[in-house]
């Protein structure tokens, strides 16, 4: 076991001090999935509303990709596989969620992980997409549905870790996810980070397909 330390400021005992977390803002301000304009609930744009290829409607995020304590967080927790972070982003989502003005448009909503190949997640021994989404779920009181969505085809290199813009937008999503039936009218996307929303749109392409009709995506973090 190694000695947990706070990663904002160094205090032994905790990943995230309460003195740190107190001077934490949330992301309050979301913007279109597809560009950097401002819209309520982070809602496709009027440009890119019924655009081809847009399939997202809309995607919330409760930090910034910027803020280095949660991404410091977030790259222990996948890659150095410490589960004690989970308590961070507990609160950290809590926090989101009471400051917002709101958090989603009216609907009866089913929350989805973006879930990991199963081979991906024996390998990490948990998939953070549905930790995430039973978070967001205690928080909201929406219903999670955890066998609506699966992944295909295993991916060597996960979409965050690849820092190329044009190589992360040219990969092929079109055959990794399938759908199981029912599928809920208004569902919402979770996944960890969102960066330039391939996975996300692929994943809404294919639920709209079986017959969803918003697709809307939560994120911890947004890359802007």
């Not at 309520?40 to 655009?51: E, F, P």
């Not at 039936?181 to 996944?191: A, E, K, Q, S, Y």
């Amino acid at each position: 076991m190694f000695p947990l330390l706070c990663v904002g400021c160094g205090e032994e005992g905790t990943l995230w001090c309460l003195e740190c977390e107190s001077h934490w803002v949330p992301r309050l301000v979301q913007h279109c999935p597809y560009c950097e304009r401002e819209t309520a609930y982070g809602a496709r744009c009027g440009t890119h509303r019924g655009k081809h290829g847009t399939h997202l409607d809309g995607i919330v995020a409760a930090a910034w990709y910027a803020n280095p304590e949660i991404q410091a967080l977030t790259k222990m927790w996948k890659y150095q596989l410490v589960r004690e972070t989970e308590k961070s982003f507990c609160r950290i989502v809590d926090i989101w969620v009471n400051r917002s003005a709101g958090h989603f448009p009216n609907g009866v909503w089913t929350i989805v992980p973006t879930a990991l190949h199963p081979r991906k997640a024996r390998e990490r021994g948990f998939d953070q997409s549905v930790v995430l989404s039973e978070i967001l779920s205690s928080a909201l009181k929406y219903p999670v549905g955890n066998r609506i969505l699966a992944r295909k085809r295993y991916q060597r290199r996960p979409q965050a870790e690849i820092n190329d813009v044009k190589e992360r937008a040219a990969r092929d999503f079109s055959d990794v996810f399938a759908v199981n039936r029912p599928i809920p009218r208004d569902i919402i996307l979770v996944d960890d980070v969102y960066t330039t929303g391939t996975t996300m749109n692929a994943a809404a392409k294919i639920l709209k397909e079986a017959g969803a009709e918003r697709v809307w995506g939560f994120a911890l973090l947004r890359g802007h």
